[in-house]
């Protein structure tokens, strides 16, 4: 369990700094329990500390004199991390350093800003925390109406956009520099770019191209870890990242979540089996119902009241159990920067033209159908236009790229609120590393040609270079890991209609009015109680009264309890529910409201 806190002020009298440290300190402890607090001061301007449990791995200090270095996750630098330019440093962490000779504090976020780290300015002073909930109960900060709105419609939030007035998460690879009596200065320090010998490369030349730079930064940045284990499910990224890892001498075991049945299970089993390495399954194990309560709230506060709160629970509670024997957790996150999935809704102009379809993109990525009959106006207007503003800003300094490229930014942008949201919430547990997100290895896929990257042609020629047997067993995604032949194309069919009924699927899907009803599927047994349970607390509380809600300015009492009648026990009619109930136990948590 780690995170930060800081505090710094910008006026020539910092006498009240101090004070106001130890209130955002109590507020941190209030919401994710009694850890120690490694202080350190920079100077008389400001304060800042390393909230971490005895032993908590992915988080570090270092001092030089009078200067110093706080982190969450593992800055893996080239050299000391205190006074270093940020450009140096890679993976996914939060950083805050001061510099004594220059009297100066810096905040930096990783160079995909997955690992959270929020700012907030009130006067001449600065906030920072690795929680937003512990700066906005700090701060007494209003819940922001489109930051609910936007959480609501698309789930965890990603770039600066929070659900608290006047706070801001730092977006990718930015550098904040605060000295006294200056305003703040903020840069971005790092890039992707396209190299232009790798964009030239033949499929087989871009493959050994790709393995053997993945390869070497893996075994630069990870192979000293001692008791790793790595996701593996049935799909083709988490594949590929497990035999980068065993090529470049990273010893882990392997573990894949899910029932006995499901298709993660069988295959990811199979590979581990075939690989020799060790696995072991992920399940709820006993008891899960009666400890759920804590879970729930212990996955709100590292959660940062965004995501799904008895989800992320499940999730992290399956953490805790692997944490027994495993100190660093490797993810398969970002393996979709190897194909095309970024851009396969651009058909048939994906990477043949550096024209976006932004408005595509928006509406398939991430307004995705649901029920919103609980609330009572359809924000969606309000909600697509922000995501357009937001989308196109980020994608200006990429311009004159492809629209492929474009578009795998975009996604690495949006992935801040996918994988950055678990990973950050993950660290309350164990850490996480996503090494898909490291520099050189985003950037070698990034360069290669689309045309490569279509239909996993990349992934399946690497993995064939990687381990022949293993690509040749199928995936969750229909045939098998290796490239197509004479010889195998019948085993193509089921992954050629996957592709096209998944990709029909989220073309022709459109955004729901607040009508529309929830899409039946059913849950494990375990899931619906613990979803039931969080529903009656709610309904105890407040009695599903949008005026004895918290955020209830935007519910609708008749559609919030028809949702609530069945949605415990469907997949896709709990996203709406789930959602308001996490919103709530996090206001709560703050002990704010909308109004």
Same mark, same amino acid.
């Given at each position: 369990?780690?995170?930060?806190?800081?505090?710094?002020?910008?006026?020539?009298?910092?006498?009240?700094?101090?004070?106001?440290?130890?209130?955002?300190?109590?507020?941190?402890?209030?919401?994710?329990?009694?850890?120690?607090?490694?202080?350190?001061?920079?100077?008389?301007? #400001?304060?800042?500390? =390393?909230? +971490?449990?005895?032993?908590?791995?992915?988080?570090?200090?270092?001092?030089?004199?009078?200067?110093?270095?706080?982190?969450?996750?593992?800055? @893996?630098? !080239?050299?000391?991390?205190?006074?270093?330019?940020?450009? /140096?440093?890679?993976?996914?962490?939060? =950083?805050?350093?001061?510099?004594?000779?220059? #009297?100066?504090?810096?905040?930096?976020?990783?160079?995909?800003?997955?690992?959270?780290?929020?700012?907030?300015?009130?006067?001449?002073?600065?906030?920072?925390?690795?929680?937003?909930?512990?700066?906005?109960?700090?701060?007494?900060? &209003? $819940?922001?109406?489109?930051?609910?709105?936007?959480?609501?419609?698309?789930?965890?939030?990603?770039?600066?956009?929070?659900?608290?007035?006047?706070? &801001?998460?730092?977006?990718?690879?930015?550098?904040?520099?605060?000295?006294?009596?200056?305003?703040?200065?903020?840069?971005?320090?790092?890039?992707?770019?396209?190299?232009?010998?790798?964009?030239?490369?033949?499929?087989?030349?871009?493959?050994?191209?790709?393995?053997?730079?993945?390869?070497? %930064?893996?075994?630069?940045?990870?192979?000293?870890?001692?008791?790793?284990?790595?996701?593996?499910?049935?799909?083709?990224?988490?594949?590929?990242?497990?035999?980068?890892?065993?090529?470049?001498?990273?010893?882990?075991?392997?573990?894949?979540?899910?029932?006995?049945?499901?298709?993660?299970?069988?295959?990811?089993?199979?590979? *581990?089996?075939?690989?020799?390495?060790?696995?072991?399954?992920?399940? =709820?194990?006993?008891?899960? /119902?009666?400890?759920?309560?804590?879970?729930?709230?212990?996955?709100?506060?590292?959660?940062?009241?965004?995501?799904?709160?008895?989800?992320?629970?499940?999730?992290?509670?399956?953490?805790?159990?692997?944490?027994?024997?495993? !100190?660093?957790?490797?993810?398969?996150? #970002?393996?979709?920067?190897?194909?095309?999935?970024?851009?396969?809704?651009?058909?048939?102009?994906?990477?043949?033209?550096?024209?976006?379809?932004?408005?595509?993109?928006?509406?398939?990525?991430?307004?995705?159908?649901?029920?919103?009959?609980?609330?009572?106006?359809?924000?969606?207007?309000?909600?697509?236009?922000?995501?357009?503003?937001?989308? &196109?800003?980020?994608?200006?300094?990429?311009?004159?790229?492809?629209?492929?490229?474009?578009?795998?930014?975009?996604?690495?942008?949006?992935?801040?609120?996918?994988? #950055?949201?678990?990973?950050?919430? !993950?660290?309350?547990?164990? @850490?996480?590393?996503?090494?898909?997100?490291?520099?050189?290895?985003?950037?070698?896929?990034?360069?290669?040609?689309?045309? @490569?990257?279509?239909?996993?042609?990349?992934?399946?020629?690497?993995?064939?270079?990687?381990? %022949? $047997?293993?690509?040749?067993?199928?995936?969750?995604?229909?045939?098998? +890991?290796?490239?197509?032949?004479?010889?195998?194309?019948?085993?193509?069919?089921?992954?050629?209609?996957?592709?096209?009924?998944?990709?029909?699927?989220?073309? /022709?899907?459109?955004?729901?009015?607040?009508?529309?009803? *929830?899409?039946?599927?059913?849950?494990?047994?375990?899931?619906?109680?613990?979803?039931? &349970?969080?529903?009656?607390?709610?309904?105890?509380? /407040?009695?599903?009264?949008?005026?004895?809600?918290?955020?209830? !300015?935007?519910?609708?009492?008749?559609?919030?309890?028809?949702?609530?009648?069945?949605?415990?026990?469907?997949?896709?009619?709990?996203?709406?529910?789930?959602?308001?109930? %996490?919103?709530?136990?996090?206001?709560?948590?703050?002990?704010?409201?909308?109004?």
């Amino acid at each position: 369990m780690a995170g930060l806190i800081a505090i710094v002020s910008r006026a020539s009298d910092s006498t009240a700094v101090g004070a106001d440290f130890a209130g955002l300190q109590r507020c941190y402890h209030s919401l994710r329990g009694a850890v120690e607090v490694h202080r350190r001061a920079a100077g008389d301007v #400001g304060v800042a500390g =390393l909230c +971490a449990a005895e032993g908590s791995g992915g988080a570090g200090s270092h001092s030089v004199g009078a200067s110093w270095a706080l982190y969450v996750g593992d800055p @893996h630098p !080239s050299g000391a991390v205190v006074g270093a330019d940020p450009a /140096t440093l890679d993976g996914q962490f939060a =950083l805050i350093a001061y510099d004594a000779a220059a #009297g100066q504090v810096d905040v930096v976020s990783d160079p995909f800003g997955l690992q959270s780290i929020y700012v907030a300015e009130h006067a001449d002073t600065v906030y920072i925390s690795t929680s937003v909930l512990a700066l906005a109960q700090h701060l007494r900060s &209003r $819940p922001s109406v489109l930051g609910l709105e936007v959480l609501l419609l698309t789930g965890p939030h990603f770039g600066e956009l929070t659900s608290w007035e006047g706070i &801001r998460r730092l977006p990718p690879a930015t550098h904040l520099s605060i000295r006294r009596g200056e305003p703040l200065k903020e840069r971005v320090y790092w890039r992707p770019a396209i190299d232009p010998a790798v964009s030239g490369m033949g499929l087989s030349e871009a493959a050994h191209h790709c393995v053997e730079v993945a390869v070497a %930064t893996f075994r630069d940045r990870l192979a000293q870890r001692e008791d790793a284990c790595c996701d593996l499910t049935g799909g083709f990224d988490s594949r590929l990242a497990t035999l980068l890892l065993h090529r470049a001498g990273v010893s882990f075991a392997t573990t894949t979540n899910g029932e006995d049945d499901s298709d993660d299970v069988v295959l990811g089993s199979r590979v *581990a089996r075939l690989a020799g390495w060790p696995w072991t399954q992920g399940q =709820l194990c006993r008891g899960w /119902t009666e400890r759920s309560q804590a879970a729930v709230a212990h996955a709100v506060a590292w959660g940062d009241g965004q995501m799904e709160a008895t989800q992320l629970a499940q999730v992290l509670a399956m953490q805790g159990e692997l944490r027994r024997g495993s !100190s660093s957790l490797f993810g398969g996150g #970002g393996g979709e920067h190897w194909r095309d999935y970024a851009w396969q809704q651009e058909i048939p102009a994906g990477g043949r033209t550096k024209k976006v379809n932004f408005e595509r993109w928006v509406n398939v990525r991430y307004l995705h159908a649901q029920d919103l009959s609980p609330l009572r106006s359809d924000p969606t207007p309000r909600v697509r236009a922000n995501l357009l503003e937001r989308c &196109r800003t980020y994608a200006a300094p990429f311009e004159d790229l492809l629209n492929s490229a474009q578009l795998d930014m975009l996604y690495a942008y949006k992935s801040m609120g996918h994988f #950055g949201a678990y990973q950050s919430a !993950s660290r309350g547990t164990i @850490h996480v590393e996503l090494p898909f997100y490291f520099r050189d290895a985003f950037n070698a896929p990034f360069s290669v040609a689309p045309a @490569h990257r279509n239909m996993h042609r990349l992934m399946r020629e690497m993995i064939r270079l990687l381990d %022949t $047997p293993i690509a040749r067993l199928p995936t969750t995604t229909g045939g098998p +890991a290796e490239p197509l032949s004479v010889r195998n194309a019948h085993r193509f069919v089921p992954y050629l209609q996957h592709r096209a009924s998944g990709i029909a699927r989220k073309l /022709t899907e459109r955004v729901p009015g607040p009508t529309i009803g *929830a899409i039946r599927s059913s849950v494990p047994a375990v899931v619906r109680e613990v979803r039931q &349970r969080q529903l009656e607390e709610l309904r105890a509380r /407040t009695g599903l009264e949008p005026a004895r809600m918290r955020a209830g !300015s935007l519910y609708d009492a008749r559609g919030l309890a028809r949702l609530a009648s069945s949605a415990t026990a469907t997949t896709d009619g709990w996203v709406t529910l789930g959602r308001i109930i %996490t919103i709530e136990l996090a206001l709560e948590a703050v002990d704010s409201a909308l109004d």
